[in-house]
Nanobody, 121 residues
Framework: QVQLVESGGGLVQPGGSLRLSCAASGSIFSIAAMGWYRQAPGKQLELVAVITSGGSTNYADSVKGRFTVSRDNAKNTVYLQMNSLKPEDTAVYYC???????????????WGQGTQVTISS
């Protein structure tokens, strides 16, 4: 069984910063891409950032230049550094990981439980 546990959400003023973390644990053989999505109230889930096992990254246009995704492969952990935060960044942030378990050769996507990020003065 695989678990993804997020941390680091909270309330911050506009212009502030937050760092989210997501650690994957369990019977993991290998992890390909890891990423962050978010869902604001009344809106669809949207991609925020993704990073491959080789370190290639991709960002939503709305966060380019403000957010940075990184990962520690030894710790099976992905991070999202969020700077210059805006009220429109308010959402529940979810991490995911495309990974293979020891019990299967298939690549499966696993999700964290989500962490609330609120940007407000």
């Amino acid at each position: 069984q695989v678990q993804l546990v997020e941390s680091g959400g909270g309330l911050v003023q506009p212009g502030g910063s937050l760092r989210l973390s997501c650690a994957a644990s369990g019977s993991i053989f290998s992890i390909a891409a890891m990423g962050w999505y978010r869902q604001a109230p009344g809106k669809q889930l949207e991609l925020v950032a993704v990073i491959t096992s080789g370190g290639s990254t991709n960002y939503a246009d709305s966060v380019k230049g403000r957010f940075t995704v990184s990962r520690d492969n030894a710790k099976n952990t992905v991070y999202l550094q969020m700077n210059s935060l805006k009220p429109e960044d308010t959402a529940v942030y979810y991490c995911n990981a495309d990974l293979k378990q020891y019990s299967s050769s298939d690549l499966g996507r696993h999700w964290g439980q989500g962490t609330q990020v609120t940007i407000s003065s």
